[in-house]
């Protein structure tokens, strides 16, 4: 997992406590700078309903 291409929003390009994320051919990966080595593997499937979630309000962020 070393070699995922991590990308981060442009909103935390100068923090060090941001959500990263990494697309690939076969899975979402997820994890905090804060702890880089904590990756969440989500499915397509699952990376979406998670986005729609937080864009709908589902979760009390």
Known sequence: ???LPWTRP???AD???CAEVAI???AVY???SL???A???LT???WRDLASGIRGGEFDL
């Open 1 to 3: 997992m070393d070699n």
């Open 44 to 46: 397509k499937d699952e």
């Open 24 to 26: 690939t051919s076969d």
């Open 30 to 32: 997820i994890r905090s």
């Open 35 to 37: 702890q880089p080595y």
């Open 10 to 12: 442009s909103a935390c």
């Open 15 to 17: 923090s060090s406590n």
């Open 39 to 41: 990756i969440a593997e």
